[in-house]
C-alpha cells in the first residue's frame, strides 16, 4: 500500500442490514468470533482488556504512598479541630482519628470507583467496536479516512514507547461527542493500545456510563476545587498509567469547540503529566496532535442556540447512540490526520535551552512552559487539520457581498479558495476525481437546512444563499486560522477605506498601519491563535503576501493601500479577508457598548456590582436588539463564548471588574473601573470618556454597509438601550442580597 495514499478504514464494511442480510449478518459474526483485526489480539502497547485489570489498577492508585499520606493528612487535621473543642485521652484521640480515616478510606474508594475505567472484558470492547463501525458507516457514508503514512508513523513511535514502557498522549481537537468514538475506533482497528479517555463526569449517564468506562473512559469532574483528596487521586491514576505506559486521550480545549475553531488550552490533565516528567516520576511520554474534520457535526443547531443564551441540553451522545433518526442520515465523510508524535521530554529540555534557566519549582515560570505546550499542540493540530468541502463551500457564502450567489461563482471561489489554503501550507480534503461542482452540489445537499436554493423558470441561473449564518459561521471558522493575519492586516486598513474618496484618501503609513495591528492582535488574542514571532515580523512577512497577491501595494515611502488589480475585481479578496474577521470585532465592541449598563445609575451613589451571568446575559439582550435594530451587523457576534473572551480581555486591561465568591455556590459579579465609568449629562449617558475612546476605536475596524451607518444618531440610540439596562442591573440579586447579609453580621 502507497505510505502516501489516503484510506477509508471503512470502505467495505456493511451498512444496513436490509442493504445486504447476508453480510451484515456475516461482519456480526466477525466481530462475535474476534476474526481478523477484530480480534485485537497483537496490538501495540502493554496488557489490558483481561479479568481484574481494573482491579489491580483501583488498588495501584488507593495504596499509592501520595494517596494514603493525604488521608493521614485530613485524618489529623479533623481530629485536630475535634480535640481543640474537648479534652480527650491519647487513647480516645487515637481512636477518633481511626474512625475519620475509615471515613475517608471509603470517601477515596467512592471517587477512585466514579473515575477510573475497567477495561476487563475483550469483548466487551468487540462489541463496542461493532457499535461503533456501525453508527460510523451509516452517519458517514462516504467513509472514515486517514493518512497511510502518518499511521505507519504512529504505528512506529508506538512500538519505541511499548519497548521503553512510555505512554502515547493523544490530543485531538475537541469538535463534537464523536471524536471520543472516532480515535478509540481507529486505535482499535489499526491495532494500537486503545487510550484511556479523560472525559467529564457530564457523560457519565445510567447504563452508557457503565460501556463507555469497560472502553476507556475516565470520569472526571470539571471543577476540582479545594479538594485536596480528590486532586491527589487523580494526580496518582494519572502517574500510574504513565509509569505502566497506558496511553492517554484528553483534549487540550477542556470541552467542545461551539465556533468552529480552536479554542484557548486548558492544560488541568496536561499539568499533570507535565509535572509528572519535570518531577521525574516518570521518565518520558510521546505528544500526539491529531484533527479531526466533520462533512457535518450532529451539534451545530445545539451549539447555536446554546450560543445565543438557550440554557444547555442534556449531552447528546446518548441521543446519537440510539438516535433511528440520526442513523437514516447521510453526513458525508469523516477526515481524521495525526501529527508527528514528540517526545514530551525532549520538548521540555528544548525549551529549558531556549529560554535560559528557569526555576521549575516556581510557579509562575512553570505556567509559562505549560501555556507553551498547549499551544504548541493547538498550533500542530491546526498545521494538520484538513478543510472540508463544508468549510470551503460555508466559507465563500458567508465571505461574498450581496444576497446569494450563483452556481458558477459559489464552483469559482471555491476553487480559488482552495488552491489559496494549497499555497499558504494548508490541507484541503481531497475531491477523488470528483469535479468542484459535484462536490459543491453533494455539500450543499448535506446542508440543505443551513443554505438555501433559489431556482425557478424566473431564475436565470440556480443562486445559493445563508439560510441560517450563524450555523453555517462555524463551518467558516474552520477556515480561521489560515487567514488571521492577512484578516487583521485587511480590516486595520479598512479603518480608511471605509471612509471612500480617492485612492491617496485610501491608504496609511506603514507605521500608522502597524499600531492598528498592533492595536487589534493585542485585543483579539484570547480568540486567536497567531503564528510565532511578534507582532512586527508577522505583519512583515503578512503584508507581504498580500502584495505577492496583489490584494495590497506599498510604496518606496511606506504608504500602503489597495492594489489596482484588486480594485479592478471588486475587491473580491480583500473583502474575502474582512469578512473572516468582522464578526469578531463585532462581538468585541458589542462587549465594549455593554459595559455603559455597568454605570450606576442617578438614583445610586457609587460602583454597582452586577452578578456576572445577569451581565452577560443582558448583553446577548442587547445585542439582540441592536441587531434586529439594524445597529449590529452580524447575529453570531452575539454568541456568548466571544463575548466571554472580550469580558476577559477587558478584565485583563483592567477595565472589566471582578470578584468571585464560593457561597452559597461558586459565583462572581462585576463592575466597570473607576478610571472607565462613563459621565452623564442631565441625567443622560454621553458618548465621552475613556470607555466611549475605546468603543469608536474598535468601531473604526468595523463592517459598515447598508444596514448600518456610525453616525450621533446610532450613538445616542445605543447609549439609551444600555441607560435602561443600567437601571436593572443596579437591582441586587438574591446572591448579593446574601452577601450584603453575611458581611452586615460581620
Not at 24 to 39: I, K, M, Q
Not at 107 to 113: C, K, L, S
Not at 263 to 280: F, S
Request: net charge positive.
Amino acid at each position: 500500500r502507497d505510505p502516501d495514499q489516503y484510506r477509508n478504514v471503512v470502505e467495505n464494511e456493511p451498512r444496513r442490514i436490509r442493504e445486504d442480510p447476508f453480510a451484515f449478518l456475516f461482519n456480526v459474526g466477525l466481530y462475535y468470533r474476534g476474526a481478523g483485526w477484530r480480534g485485537y489480539k497483537d496490538y501495540i502497547g502493554p496488557k489490558i482488556l483481561y479479568p481484574g485489570f481494573s482491579k489491580e489498577m483501583k488498588a495501584l492508585v488507593f495504596n499509592s504512598p501520595k494517596v494514603q499520606q493525604v488521608i493521614d493528612r485530613l485524618a489529623d487535621r479533623q481530629t485536630t479541630i475535634m480535640t481543640e473543642q474537648k479534652e480527650w485521652t491519647a487513647a480516645r484521640v487515637k481512636k477518633q482519628k481511626r474512625a475519620f480515616r475509615k471515613e475517608l478510606e471509603v470517601v477515596a474508594n467512592a471517587i477512585i470507583e466514579k473515575a477510573l475505567c475497567t477495561l476487563d472484558s475483550m469483548r466487551t470492547l468487540r462489541f463496542f467496536a461493532f457499535v461503533v463501525n456501525t453508527i460510523l458507516v451509516r452517519l458517514y457514508h462516504q467513509g472514515l479516512l486517514i493518512r497511510e503514512s502518518e499511521w505507519v508513523e504512529l504505528k512506529r513511535v508506538a512500538l519505541v514507547a511499548q519497548e521503553k514502557k512510555q505512554s502515547l498522549i493523544l490530543l485531538p481537537c475537541h469538535k463534537s461527542h464523536i471524536d471520543y468514538l472516532v480515535v478509540s475506533y481507529l486505535m482499535f482497528r489499526l491495532g494500537i493500545q486503545i487510550p484511556h479517555i479523560i472525559a467529564g463526569e457530564n457523560l457519565d449517564m445510567p447504563v452508557l456510563g457503565k460501556l463507555l468506562k469497560s472502553v476507556g473512559a475516565v470520569f472526571i469532574r470539571r471543577e476540582w476545587g479545594n479538594d485536596e483528596l480528590y486532586k491527589t487521586i487523580l494526580d496518582e491514576y494519572i502517574v500510574t498509567l504513565l509509569s505502566k505506559g497506558m496511553n492517554l486521550e484528553c483534549f487540550v480545549e477542556g470541552t467542545r469547540s461551539r465556533l468552529g475553531k480552536l479554542l484557548q488550552p486548558k492544560l488541568g490533565v496536561v499539568k499533570i503529566i507535565l509535572d509528572a516528567i519535570i518531577d521525574n516520576r516518570v521518565p518520558d511520554c510521546y505528544i500526539v496532535p491529531i484533527s479531526i474534520g466533520y462533512d457535518k457535526i450532529i451539534e451545530t443547531s445545539s451549539y447555536a442556540t446554546e450560543l445565543l443564551g438557550t440554557p444547555k441540553e442534556k449531552e447528546s451522545l446518548w441521543q446519537v447512540l440510539t438516535s433511528s433518526r440520526l442513523l437514516q442520515l447521510k453526513w458525508g465523510r469523516v477526515d481524521v490526520r495525526v501529527g508527528k508524535p514528540y517526545s514530551l521530554r525532549d520538548w521540555v529540555d528544548d525549551q529549558l535551552k531556549m529560554r535560559g534557566p528557569m526555576d521549575l519549582s516556581d510557579n509562575v515560570q512553570k505556567s509559562i512552559l505549560m501555556k507553551s505546550l498547549g499551544y504548541r499542540v493547538l498550533a500542530d493540530i491546526n498545521t494538520i487539520s484538513v478543510v472540508m468541502p463544508s468549510a470551503l463551500v460555508g466559507t465563500v457564502i458567508l465571505t461574498l457581498r450581496g444576497r446569494g450567489v450563483g452556481r458558477s461563482e459559489l464552483i469559482r471561489r471555491v476553487d480559488w479558495l482552495r488552491q489559496i489554503i494549497k499555497d499558504k501550507g494548508g490541507n484541503v480534503s481531497e475531491f477523488y476525481g470528483m469535479s468542484t461542482g459535484s462536490i459543491v452540489d453533494r455539500t450543499i445537499q448535506i446542508h440543505k437546512e443551513l443554505i438555501g436554493e433559489r431556482k425557478g423558470k424566473d431564475i436565470v441561473e440556480p443562486t445559493f444563499y445563508p439560510i441560517s449564518p450563524f450555523e453555517l459561521s462555524y463551518y467558516r471558522n474552520q477556515v480561521i486560522h489560515l487567514f488571521v493575519e492577512e484578516a487583521i492586516v485587511c480590516a486595520a486598513l479598512y479603518t480608511v477605506i471605509k471612509k471612500g474618496g480617492g485612492k491617496p484618501l485610501q491608504r496609511m503609513q506603514y507605521p500608522d498601519l502597524l499600531n492598528e495591528i498592533s492595536f487589534l492582535s493585542s485585543l483579539l488574542k484570547l480568540d486567536m491563535i497567531y503564528k510565532p514571532g511578534g507582532v512586527e515580523s508577522n505583519t512583515k512577512r503578512t503584508i507581504q503576501w498580500l502584495i505577492d497577491n496583489n490584494v495590497i501595494e506599498m510604496d518606496k515611502e511606506g504608504w500602503v493601500g489597495l492594489n489596482d488589480l484588486e480594485r479592478q475585481c471588486g475587491r473580491e479578496n480583500y473583502d474575502f479577508l474582512c469578512f473572516m474577521i468582522w464578526p469578531f470585532i463585532e462581538s468585541y465592541w458589542l462587549a465594549a457598548v455593554s459595559l455603559y449598563t455597568l454605570t450606576p445609575p442617578q438614583s445610586v451613589a457609587g460602583p454597582i456590582w452586577v452578578d456576572s451571568k445577569l451581565f452577560a446575559a443582558r448583553t446577548q439582550a442587547m445585542g439582540k436588539t441592536l441587531y434586529y435594530q439594524g445597529d449590529l451587523s452580524y447575529l453570531e457576534a452575539v454568541n456568548k463564548e466571544t463575548l466571554n473572551s472580550a469580558f476577559t480581555r477587558y478584565e485583563q486591561m483592567h477595565i472589566l471588574l471582578k470578584r468571585r465568591h464560593q457561597q452559597p455556590k461558586p459565583w462572581s459579579e462585576v463592575a466597570i473601573s473607576s478610571d472607565y465609568v462613563p459621565s452623564r449629562q442631565n441625567g443622560v449617558l454621553v458618548p465621552r470618556g475613556h470607555l466611549w475612546e475605546l468603543v469608536e476605536r474598535i468601531g473604526t475596524f468595523r463592517r459598515e454597509g447598508k444596514n448600518r451607518r456610525d453616525n450621533a444618531t446610532v450613538s445616542s440610540r445605543v447609549l439609551r438601550i444600555a441607560d435602561i439596562l443600567a437601571e436593572d442591573n443596579a437591582i441586587p440579586t438574591a446572591n448579593q442580597k446574601a452577601l450584603a447579609k453575611r458581611d452586615a453580621k460581620l
